[in-house]
């Protein structure tokens, strides 16, 4: 039974991940760039839309995150200082990738793109640390 707790979570960490950095991913390099023909007004009106339809997947994907990440912190005990350095770094790009993730699917947001973008950059970072920390467990 621990092992099939231990593959669901592991699965929702990486599901919750990948949507929520795949969606930033795709919004920064598909969506702006499909509406930068559109005429301004469509345009805001466009992206709010996509942002509003894309707000609850967000917010799933950060609960997600949490219960996984909480349940990964909490069965494997006893990591080396390096472990704990790379981890406290990756939870403060989290946190960053979680406040954008916030502000950008709010509606009349004029620096959504630039906002995913730092963002994109911040849960690729955080998706190499966690290949590292992986990798020395």
């Known amino acids: 039974m621990a092992d099939v707790i231990y593959v669901v979570m592991r699965w929702l ?46 917010f799933a994907a950060m609960a997600g995150l949490v219960i996984s990440g909480c349940y990964n912190i909490f069965t494997n005990l006893g990591h080396t200082p390096l472990y704990h350095m790379l981890l406290g770094i990756k939870l403060l790009l989290v946190m960053h990738v979680f406040a954008v993730a916030i502000l950008i699917a709010r509606p009349h947001n004029p620096r959504r793109a630039r906002m995913m973008a730092g963002a994109v950059f911040s849960g690729l970072t955080i998706i190499a640390i966690s290949a590292y920390l992986r990798h020395i467990f």
């Open 13 to 58: 960490h990486i599901a919750s991940m990948a949507t929520l950095i795949g969606g930033m991913i795709f919004g920064r390099l598909v969506m702006t760039q499909a509406a930068d023909g559109l005429s301004p007004e469509s345009r805001d009106s466009f992206l709010d839309r996509a942002a509003l339809l894309h707000r609850p997947l967000v």
